[in-house]
């Protein structure tokens, strides 16, 4: 399995593993403040949908996103790129 990798603002590619405790948990701040403000703007937007059905299930959807913490939301939105490093702060006993 390769290491995972975390792209900085940069575009400087480093390891997860050989993150500093202080950046990676930066990274991880970063993202839930990202996923948080995504979610504000979809929030701006509205509901885009036409049909009863699809307008259900987006505001379904949207009430779901609204009742997560923000370790949830930001898993949501980045996917992997938050898995990654939220399990090797966790593995490094890390309170971000």
């Avoid at 399995?1 to 593993?17: F, Y």
């Avoid at 405790?21 to 970063?30: E, G, T």
């Amino acid at each position: 399995m390769s290491a995972a990798m975390w792209t900085m603002r940069d575009g400087t590619k480093i390891k997860v593993r050989d993150m500093t405790n202080s950046h990676l948990a930066n990274a991880l701040r970063m993202l839930e403040r990202n996923a948080e403000r995504h979610l504000a703007a979809l929030a701006m937007c509205g509901n885009p949908f036409d049909g009863d059905g699809a307008r259900d299930a987006f505001d379904d959807m949207f009430d779901g996103l609204l009742e997560m913490d923000s370790c949830e939301l930001a898993s949501t939105v980045w996917g992997a790129a938050y898995v990654r490093l939220e399990t090797e702060a966790l593995r490094r006993g890390l309170d971000w």
